[in-house]
């Protein structure tokens, strides 16, 4: 069973950063596609970024692009986000998500984290 623990959320004021992780166990860590959703208040839950096995390739949504970062440390089965320049539309639950399935980037796959809340004031 595919277990997914997010943490590193809290508030923070517009322009600053912070870095989310999130820790898998259950699973062959490097086998997984790794991602990152999230849910702001009223809207679907949308996509934000995803690394690759190796952590060769990324992928990012339009909105983060140039300010998120997604990586990964297969030796620690963890995956991370650090977020720079963060703006109040920021605001939202991050869910870190995966799937042992070939998907596009931007499918969620069928294994998901509790979520960690993230703040921006501005």
């Known amino acids: 069973q595919v277990q997914l623990v997010e943490s590193g959320g809290g508030l923070v004021q517009a322009g600053g950063s912070l870095r989310l992780s999130c820790a898998a166990s259950?699973?062959?860590?490097?086998?997984?596609?790794m991602k990152w959703f999230r849910q702001a208040p009223g809207k679907e839950r949308e996509f934000v970024a995803a690394?690759?096995?190796?952590?060769?390739?990324?992928y990012y949504a339009d909105s983060v692009k140039g300010r998120f970062t997604i990586s990964r440390d297969n030796a620690k089965s963890t995956v991370y986000l650090q977020m720079n320049s963060l703006k109040p539309e920021d605001t939202a639950v991050y869910y870190c998500?995966?799937?042992?399935?070939?998907?596009?980037?931007?499918?969620?796959?069928?294994?998901w984290g509790q979520g960690t809340q993230v703040t921006v004031s501005s």
């Open positions: 259950g699973h062959s860590f490097s086998n997984y596609v």
């Open positions: 690394i690759s096995r190796s952590g060769g390739s990324t």
């Open positions: 998500n995966t799937d042992l399935r070939s998907l596009s980037p931007a499918i969620p796959g069928s294994y």
